[in-house]
């Protein structure tokens, strides 16, 4: 009676480890793949930002198919002013029959460097955004542009979506901004055509433009407050007096 | 009583009959205990790498907002109580202060909104961090490069050079800037550049400081360029930044389900360590950039690995960190001569991380701003490097630095370019260069070590 007594009691003690056992085992499984999505998100932020720094290092040396390459095949490219261009091959044409041949020529630098790289993966964790700084450094002179990218995983693999690359200022060497910018690019500047128009009108440096950022303020959450209707202009920030 | 005694016994006997058994449940315990334990340090660690990325896309968000105008979004990446260190200018505090200076310093309005107005050119472009979290991983460094192009159309052009030392907090989660140090080295006109620089003397307070005093004096004085002056570094003494974890080898696992846990746990490790990893060698590229900057060469040196290697345009290679010390040397003495500029921009970064965290490959570029003897110069170029973790600190294996272009300041690098040196005579290297070729005019196209990221085609380093 005793010893049955004993037996159900340690059986059910075990019984009751046992299942405490599998809860933990259970929690702990949770746990890990949740800290898993955390880290395939850190690693993403870091494949995406690649992928924007390859292109810069392409374009260094006109190596566009290998640059076409990191294009999805419906991705859509708009550069300065040039309208948009819709798939791989006609981002192989922009370059290719816009910017140059295949292949870095002597003499002729045009370096595209890619600074302050800002990636945002979408909760969703197949779509993702940068903004970035092109910093040029070319035979011509200075170039600073923005991209606000858009990418997408497909099998695995971060590509761009969308190329978006407004240009902000371009200057030459001898006196750099100080008078000597050049005018943003329009559709009919130079072959190739457009498929479709620019989705937005703006001037570059002297004049004010803001490509809007693809992210909320990093600290406050808030969007992004528009700029003032008077940016850009020679009043923006005198009182009205001396307007 | 006695049957209390009984019953012990019995318990006993049963829980000794089954010695067996109760070792494997002890065993099994431990492992759940060492899993459990596992499981609470990758979460730390997770922690530590999201903080870091969070860091970094403050820093970057900062200089979006301070391109455009936006200074009360810019003063918004700070506690309430933040604080911002003006060069000598002095201490401001609070998010309405640091937003007034913001706009006094870049022509923006207080009274307008978001914006500048026509011609105002005020990019302060935010590179190279190195970002520490403290090990409570509430609270963080960084060290950061600000490299500024500013300006008003047909009255001035002007390059900015400035070192930011930060400090962060984590207040509900959110990271923020807690107090932020602005060492402004040089604003340069265009025209002469920073060659042309005379030193300061007395009073250097920019006219903002005279219009809109601040609510403390700087603790420290110094003298901007051409004065050799290195902003304290917050990471002195702690080698945290460059260290991820140790390579490990995972054991077989047995299975059951709780060895397919530790499988699990084995795999998620290993790519937390990887992506950890990856941050610590932008963290070592960016440190040895700043060693550089200042003329630290054997900090900079300390960074190699016993019988790591260095090479830098045609100088050709020397291998482990005396030699590559003695290679370092050669661009000036230790510390900088009088007025020597030797700025090397660390960016453009592509990590690639061994498949079991031990060695790394990188691509990175960096832009060069020198002056000796007062004659400016620029260069850039291109980095493969290669990096080992050496348990759990990232070191360079090799360092090899392919120079695109060498260029006079004042007529520019398309007018007048240098060639490169050749191996030194005074101090030669242990073996020749390892790839023959001429920096611009002419064009070498810097082979890869990765295959391309979407298509994974091996890039040609010669041509399509």
């Given at each position: 009676m005793l010893k049955k007594t004993v037996m159900a009691f340690v059986s059910l003690w075990a019984a009751a480890a046992y299942?405490?056992?599998?809860?933990?085992?259970?929690?702990?499984?949770?746990?890990?793949?949740?800290?898993?999505?955390?880290?395939?998100?850190l690693q993403d932020l870091t494949e995406v930002e690649i992928v924007q720094d390859a292109y810069g290092y392409y374009v260094d040396k006109a190596q566009w198919h290998y640059l076409a390459d990191l294009f999805a095949p419906d991705a859509t490219l708009e550069i300065g002013g040039k309208g948009v261009f819709l798939g791989r091959a006609r981002v192989f044409e922009y370059m290719h029959v816009g910017l140059g041949p295949i292949g870095p020529r002597d003499g002729l630098l045009i370096d595209h460097q890619q600074f302050q790289c800002l990636p945002t993966i979408n909760p969703d964790g197949v779509t993702a955004a940068v903004r970035c700084i092109a910093f040029v450094m070319s035979s011509g002179g200075w170039g600073h542009n923005y991209y606000e990218d858009k990418f997408v995983k497909i099998n695995g693999v971060w590509q761009f979506q969308k190329l978006h690359g407004p240009f902000n200022m371009y200057s030459g060497y001898k006196v750099g901004w100080l008078d000597n910018t050049i005018l943003n690019t329009y559709p009919e500047k130079w072959p190739p055509w457009p498929d479709l128009p620019p989705t937005v009108i703006y001037l570059?440096?002297?004049?004010?433009?803001?490509?809007?950022?693809?992210?909320?303020?990093?600290?406050?959450?808030?969007?992004?407050?528009p700029p003032s209707p008077r940016a850009g202009g020679e009043a923006f920030g005198r009182p009205p007096a001396s307007q | 009583?006695?049957?209390?005694?009984?019953?012990?016994?019995?318990?006993?006997?049963?829980?000794?009959?089954?010695?067996?058994?109760?070792?494997?449940?002890?065993?099994?315990?431990?492992?759940?205990?060492?899993?459990?334990?596992?499981?609470?340090?990758?979460?730390?660690?997770?922690?530590?790498?999201?903080?870091?990325?969070?860091?970094?896309?403050?820093?970057?968000?900062?200089?979006?907002?301070?391109?455009?105008?936006?200074?009360?979004?810019?003063?918004?990446?700070?506690?309430?109580?933040?604080?911002?260190?003006?060069?000598?200018?002095?201490?401001?505090?609070?998010?309405a202060h640091i937003r007034e200076l913001l706009t006094r310093h870049g022509g923006g309005s207080m009274t307008d909104g978001p914006g500048l107005p026509f011609g105002r050119l005020n990019l302060r472009m935010q590179l190279q961090p190195v970002v520490t979290v403290a090990a409570d991983g509430n609270?963080?460094?960084?060290?950061?490069?600000?490299?500024?192009?500013?300006?008003?159309?047909?009255?001035?052009?002007?390059?900015?050079?400035?070192?930011?030392?930060?400090?962060?907090?984590?207040?509900?989660?959110?990271?923020?800037?807690?107090?932020?140090?602005?060492?402004?080295?040089?604003?340069?006109?265009?025209?002469?550049?920073?060659?042309?620089?005379?030193?300061?003397?007395?009073?250097?307070?920019?006219?903002?400081?005279?219009e809109f005093p601040p609510d403390a004096p700087v603790p420290q004085q110094y003298q901007p360029f051409p004065a050799l002056f290195v902003p304290p570094y917050d990471y002195a003494g702690t080698l945290a930044a460059i260290q991820s974890r140790a390579p490990f080898d995972s054991p077989q696992r047995p299975d059951d389900a709780l060895g397919r846990l530790e499988a699990l746990a084995d795999a998620k490790e290993l790519q937390l360590a990887r992506t950890h990893s990856v941050r610590a060698i932008e963290n070592l590229q960016a440190m040895y950039g700043y060693y550089i900057d200042k003329g630290q060469w054997h900090k900079a040196a300390s960074l190699f690995s016993r019988d790591g290697t260095y090479e830098s345009g045609q100088s050709g290679v020397y291998i482990g960190t005396a030699h590559v010390e003695r290679a370092l040397s050669l661009m000036g003495p230790p510390g900088l001569a009088p007025g020597q500029l030797n700025n090397y921009v660390m960016v453009q970064p592509i990590i690639n991380v061994s498949?079991?965290?031990?060695?790394?490959?990188?691509?990175?570029?960096?832009?060069?701003?020198?002056?000796?003897?007062?004659?400016?110069?620029?260069?850039?170029?291109?980095?493969?490097?290669?990096?080992?973790?050496?348990?759990?600190?990232?070191?360079?294996?090799k360092l090899h630095f392919y120079v695109t272009f060498w260029g006079d300041y004042d007529q520019g690098w398309a007018a007048k370019p240098y060639p490169m040196d050749p191996p030194s005579t005074t101090n030669p290297p242990d073996r020749p260069p390892t790839l023959v070729y001429q920096s611009f005019p002419k064009l070498q196209i810097v082979p890869y070590h990765y295959n391309n990221p979407v298509s994974g085609r091996p890039t040609p380093g010669e041509h399509e």
């Open positions: 299942a405490q056992g599998s809860q933990e085992l259970q929690g702990l499984e949770q746990q890990l793949n949740s800290l898993g999505d955390r880290i395939q998100r570059t440096f002297p004049n004010y433009y803001i490509e809007p950022y693809h992210y909320p303020n990093p600290v406050t959450g808030r969007p992004m407050p | 009583m006695a049957v209390t005694s009984k019953a012990l016994l019995a318990l006993n006997l049963m829980l000794g009959l089954s010695l067996c058994s109760a070792s494997f449940a002890r065993d099994e315990a431990a492992r759940l205990a060492a899993l459990k334990s596992r499981v609470q340090a990758m979460a730390q660690e997770t922690a530590c790498v999201e903080a870091i990325t969070k860091i970094q896309t403050l820093g970057r968000a900062f200089g979006y907002y301070t391109d455009k105008g936006y200074f009360g979004e810019a003063a918004d990446l700070f506690t309430e109580e933040g604080s911002f260190q003006w060069g000598v200018d002095g201490i401001y505090r609070g998010k609270s963080a460094h960084a060290r950061w490069r600000e490299w500024g192009l500013l300006g008003e159309y047909k009255k001035s052009a002007t390059w900015g050079d400035a070192i930011i030392e930060d400090d962060y907090v984590k207040q509900n989660e959110v990271w923020k800037i807690a107090a932020r140090r602005y060492y402004l080295n040089f604003e340069a006109p265009y025209q002469g550049g920073w060659a042309a620089l005379k030193a300061v003397s007395g009073d250097w307070r920019s006219p903002v400081a005279k498949d079991d965290n031990r060695t790394a490959k990188a691509r990175w570029r960096s832009d060069v701003q020198l002056a000796r003897d007062g004659h400016g110069r620029w260069g850039g170029g291109v980095y493969e490097n290669e990096y080992v973790n050496d348990k759990g600190t990232w070191k360079f294996s």
